[in-house]
């Protein structure tokens, strides 16, 4: 459930590993942490682009909960209180959809990276992070989600330059 680092070493950004630290350090005893356990202020920076899904209908449907303002640039709108079904994703629907569930079945983090589905995001990179939540330190009953967006050719020159050698 919550063992080893491996996941932590395959994050490419800081803030990435900041909330996914912070998510570990409230998993104590092996349980998983609560909506509760989730301080806003020790993630403040992360908050614009944070969310808390909620798992329904038995892991088939996931609504938004919360959503920080940095989604309104993407959606053109708000999105919480939607369905993951609901949100203009495209075919990126069934990705999100596939995510979420291995987050409740298997009962630990995923982080990866994709491109949004969204109109307004077609020229973004996606990093993003899913923590399980639980009421009773076992069920997953919510995700806690972390995004962050950079435009596609930066992410693709800091990768070329993470190859170059100095001297």
Same mark, same amino acid.
């Given at each position: 459930m919550i063992k080893g680092n491996a996941l932590r070493h395959q994050m490419v950004l800081p803030q990435q590993q900041k909330i996914y630290d912070y998510w570990r350090s409230k998993c104590v005893g092996g349980q998983l942490p609560t909506r509760d356990d989730i301080e806003p202020h020790v993630? $403040?920076?992360?908050? %614009?682009? #944070?969310?808390?899904t909620e798992v329904c209908e038995g892991a088939e449907r996931f609504r938004i909960r919360l959503a920080g303002t940095g989604f309104w640039n993407l959606f053109d709108s708000e999105i919480q209180g939607r369905h993951i079904d609901e949100l203009p994703l495209g075919c990126r629907i069934e990705y999100w959809q596939r995510v979420l569930r291995n987050v409740v079945q298997n009962k630990r983090a995923y982080? $990866?990276?994709?491109? %949004?589905? #969204?109109?307004?995001?077609?020229h973004l990179a996606q990093f993003w992070i899913r923590m399980p939540l639980s009421e009773n330190g076992s069920d997953v009953n919510m995700i806690l989600g972390y995004d962050h967006f950079v435009k596609m050719e930066r992410a693709a020159r800091s990768e070329t330059d993470q190859n170059k050698v100095y001297a």
């Open positions: 993630i $403040g920076k992360q908050l %614009p682009t #944070t969310t808390i982080a $990866g990276v994709t491109r %949004p589905g #969204t109109p307004n995001g077609s």
